[in-house]
T-cell receptor, first 116, second 111 residues
C-alpha cells in the first residue's frame, strides 16, 4: 500500500541552525501538508501546498518556515533559524482530493525535531 | 466553523465492541464527517468518513444520527492494537484546508 515517507525520523539541532525536513508524498496525490505536534499537545496544521504554491497556512507558519517541492517527488519543510519551541514532531501528509467524498489525508510517521 | 465534541477518554475490554461518540451539532448538510486515529508514537491515520448513511470499512463502522448532529465510531471487536487517540474531525472545505485536531478520545483497551 502506498505511504508517505519522512526523513529523518529524528533530527537534533542547535538553536539558531537551519533544518530541512523531508517528505515523499504518495505519488499521484495533489495536495501536501505539514503539521506539528508538540509533546503532549494537539496536532496543529501548519501549511498546505498545491500546484507548486502555498494554498493555506496557519498563524504558526511564520517567516521562519518555508516549503518547497524541489522535484516531482520530494516535499520539504525548512525552518530557517530554529528556536527551542520548535521542538516537536512534524508530520507530512498528502491527499489525492478527488472531490469532498474522497478528501482524505494520509500521514507519514513523522520527524522528531529536537532543538538544543 | 463547525466544531466537534468528544469524551476525553474511554476504556474497554479486549474483544468487546467499542462505541466512540462525537457531537457535531453545527455541521451543514453537505459536510462529511471524518474520523482519524493516532496510535502511540505514530502519525494520524484515516479511519472512516461518511455523509448521511451508516458506513463500514475494514477498520470500523460509522453510525450517523438521522439529524446528523452526532455520530458514533464503532470498533466491533477491539484489540490491544486499537488503543489510540480517536479524532472526530470538523469538516474542512476542500483539499487545501488543514484538518483541525482537537484532543480526541483516548481509548484504553484492557486485556
Amino acid at each position: 500500500e502506498p505511504e508517505v515517507t519522512q526523513t529523518p525520523s529524528h533530527q537534533v539541532t542547535q538553536m539558531g541552525q537551519e533544518v530541512i525536513l523531508r517528505c515523499v508524498p504518495i505519488s499521484n496525490h495533489l495536495y501536501f501538508y505539514w503539521y506539528r505536534q508538540i509533546l503532549g499537545q494537539k496536532v496543529e496544521f501548519l501549511v498546505s501546498f498545491y500546484n507548486n504554491e502555498i494554498s493555506e497556512k496557519s498563524e504558526i507558519f511564520d517567516d521562519q518556515f518555508s516549503v518547497e517541492r524541489p522535484d516531482g517527488s520530494n516535499f520539504t519543510l525548512k525552518i530557517r533559524s530554529t528556536k527551542l519551541e520548535d521542538s516537536a514532531m512534524y508530520f507530512c501528509a498528502s491527499n489525492a482530493f478527488d472531490g469532498l467524498a474522497k478528501n482524505i489525508q494520509y500521514f507519514g510517521a513523522g520527524t522528531r525535531l529536537s532543538v538544543l | 466553523d463547525a466544531k466537534t465534541t468528544q469524551p476525553n477518554s474511554m476504556e474497554s475490554n479486549e474483544e468487546e465492541p467499542v462505541h466512540l461518540p462525537c457531537n457535531h451539532s453545527t455541521i451543514s448538510g453537505t459536510d462529511y464527517i471524518h474520523w482519524y486515529r493516532q496510535l502511540p508514537s505514530q502519525g494520524p491515520e484515516y479511519v472512516i468518513h461518511g455523509l448521511t448513511s451508516n458506513v463500514n470499512n475494514r477498520m470500523a463502522s460509522l453510525a450517523i444520527a438521522e439529524d446528523r448532529k452526532s455520530s458514533t465510531l464503532i470498533l466491533h471487536r477491539a484489540t490491544l492494537r486499537d488503543a489510540a487517540v480517536y479524532y472526530c474531525i470538523p469538516p474542512s472545505g476542500g483539499g487545501a484546508d488543514g484538518l483541525t485536531f482537537g484532543k480526541g478520545t483516548h481509548l484504553i483497551i484492557q486485556p
